[in-house]
């Protein structure tokens, strides 16, 4: 570099500009080296690697890079920390907002969260996963109203295609206030866009349930099981209708089956079916958050 500067301007490097050019060259061999070792698994290298690079040069893309990282080793804290210096220098940045907002989510800091969630709305309240963030962050702390209605502005905002996530969070609130009709009309929408997700299917046999059509219940929840033998609900389920339906053979059946692929979840049901009934009951109990009572 000091060769070339000197041919085309007759100028010598000063002693300043050389020790700047130094640590430039440092930096990109800490910043290339680390995300190299990032491709092969290195992680705890390339952390070292991203750390000693901002230590020479506070660079955005670098320290979004290391957040990005940190994240993936689940030091969330410390990737809340790079992103907030980020922030201070790009306030208005949608791509820094929300990840950090959805960071603070995950650990539970609801009040830096919403902070970040109406700042965003200031920039641009048009993003339909600004909404999505805070319907997530009502749930949590137990508002469902306000949840369902920023789920209602995720959904109206994002025109291109429908909000997956959003018609499913909104289908999840609406069961929890036992508004069964409105959550069914939203599950469907997402299984037209994923006809054999085992959540959404999930959702729908349990959503069946509580309008009391046990039969459609089981198709979805053997669907289920189809799709995901390890989801342990979908057997609980359906033992509990087969109970309620008077088949305790079959019911059985079902619980053992579901507990030979996953018995530490299925742990209330002991295997030897000498009191399959009470057994049944204690399972579904523990297995029924909602509450929905299919006349055990």
Known sequence: MGFFKTLFTGKEETEEEKQEQKVKNQFDVFKYDGIQAQRIG????ALECYKRALDLQDDTETRMIYANALMSMDNLEAAAEQLEKVREKTPEDLNVLLPLAELYFQMEQYEPMETLCNAA???????????????????????MI???AQCTLAISKQQEAPYAEAYYLRAQLLMEMQQFTEAEADIDVVLSLDEENDEYLMLKGECCEALQRPEEAKEYYLKVKELNPYITKAYIRLGAILMAEGKKEEAAKIVEEGLQLAPEELKNVNGEYSNVEQEMRDAYKAMDPLGFNVGI
């Open 146 to 148: 306000n949840a369902v």
């Open 42 to 45: 290195r992680m705890d290298y």
């Open 121 to 143: 709305l200031q920039v641009n309240d048009s993003v339909a996963a600004t909404h999505y963030l805070m319907a997530k962050m009502y749930k949590a702390k137990g508002d």
